[in-house]
Nanobody
Framework: QVHLVESGGGLAQAGDSLRLSCAAS????????MGWFRQTPGKEREFVAA?????????YYTDSVKGRSTISRDNAKNTAYLQIHSLKPEDTAVYYC?????????????????WGQGTQVTVSS
């Protein structure tokens, strides 16, 4: 399994942009699909976005962030990113980075075997 550490969370105002980073170590980063999930108290962990590995990289997003978010990866830095623009109060959550050593387009929490500790994002109106 790969070790993941998120950063970049914090306080933001509605309309701001935020970029989360996920630094990976201890594994072959290029062999993992990378995903972002978020969770609020009392709710299940929700898929936000993911990016596949290898040739023909695919990026896909949940509908609530589609069009205002960008997921990317820098294989030279073993780091994945999630940028969200036009933040909304409903984006407030703990954001988790995850890695999946699988083919296809993983989007369920069970598809991902490695998780970071999470970073809090709070968006005020």
């Amino acid at each position: 399994q790969v070790h993941l550490v998120e950063s970049g969370g914090g306080l933001a105002q509605a309309g701001d942009s935020l970029r989360l980073s996920c630094a990976a170590s201890g594994g072959t980063f290029t062999a993992y699909a990378m995903g972002w999930f978020r969770q609020t108290p009392g709710k299940e962990r929700e898929f936000v976005a993911a990016i596949t590995w290898g040739r023909g990289i695919k990026k896909y997003y949940t509908d609530s962030v589609k069009g205002r978010s960008t997921i990317s990866r820098d294989n030279a830095k073993n780091t994945a990113y999630l940028q969200i623009h036009s933040l909304k109060p409903e984006d407030t959550a703990v954001y988790y980075c995850a890695a999946a050593q699988t083919v296809g387009t993983p989007s369920r929490p069970d598809d991902f075997g490695s998780w970071g500790q999470g970073t809090q994002v709070t968006v005020s109106s």
